[in-house]
């Protein structure tokens, strides 16, 4: 099995600045990394995915970047609808084995 | 608009069953593979299952193998999970996600959450 881990667990920035989180895969998992967000009660919402490309909808203050082990998600400049807690994912193996990270939380 | 709506769960004790469902709108159902994910109570996401669009095929984690099984019914655009000899540890919001696109396992749609609480 594929292990994600996320660090840190919590991040803490001030509104209008940078955050970046990271993610580390146990073995490559090339580009198929995706980033979703989650916010108290509610399902995740996605973000990106194919580790760069942004969904449907998502502002371009969300970047992904990376690729094999080592991941990046930057919010450019936080709004106070961007904290929240933030899942990596890998889907690269077949048939699927589908494994999150752990979550880092990102607070005021 | 698209949608996935979920419906059971509930208490059950240890060692008894649940049938989760969630209903899909909007979309071609049988296109897609269907995916549950679940959070245990202050957890992470964890996947659960997935089947594939014809039902042909289904994939679990370790943990669930040989106690949960996924079925959907195409003609009615409705996919279950069949709970069984369920733990005090499967306690989670379950959810059903389908891909961002056909193809990938990406989670673009989700339910809105059912809540299994596995307790005596």
């Known amino acids: 099995e594929t292990v994600m881990t996320q660090s840190p667990a919590t991040l803490s920035v001030s509104p209008g600045e940078r955050a970046t989180l990271s993610c580390r895969a146990s073995?490559?998992?090339?580009?198929?990394l995706a980033w979703y967000q989650q916010k108290p009660g509610q399902a995740p919402r996605l973000l990106i995915y194919?580790?760069?490309k942004r969904a449907t909808d998502i502002p371009v203050r969300f970047s992904g970047s990376g690729s094999g082990t080592e991941f990046t998600l930057t919010i450019s400049s936080l709004q106070s609808e961007d904290f929240a807690v933030y899942y990596c994912q890998q889907y690269n193996n077949w048939p699927p084995v589908i494994t999150f990270g752990q979550g880092t939380r990102l607070d005021i | 608009e698209e949608q996935l709506l979920q419906s059971g769960g509930g208490l059950v004790q240890p060692g008894g069953s649940l049938r989760l469902s969630c209903a899909a709108s909007?979309?071609?159902?049988?296109?897609?593979?269907l995916t549950w994910v679940r959070q245990a109570p202050g957890k992470g996401l964890e996947w659960v299952s997935s089947?594939?669009?014809?039902?042909?095929?289904?994939y679990s984690t370790d943990s669930v193998k040989g106690r949960f099984t996924l079925s959907r019914d195409n003609a009615n655009d409705i996919v279950y999970l069949h709970m069984n000899t369920l733990r005090v540890e499967d306690t989670a919001v379950y959810y059903c996600?389908?891909?961002?696109?056909?193809?990938?396992?990406?989670?673009?749609?989700w339910g809105q959450g059912t809540v299994v609480t596995v307790s005596s």
């Open positions: 073995e490559s998992v090339r580009n198929n």
């Open positions: 996600a389908r891909p961002y696109y056909v193809g990938v396992d990406v989670f673009g749609l």
């Open positions: 909007g979309f071609p159902f049988s296109s897609y593979t």
């Open positions: 089947i594939t669009g014809s039902g042909t095929n289904t």
């Open positions: 194919g580790a760069s």
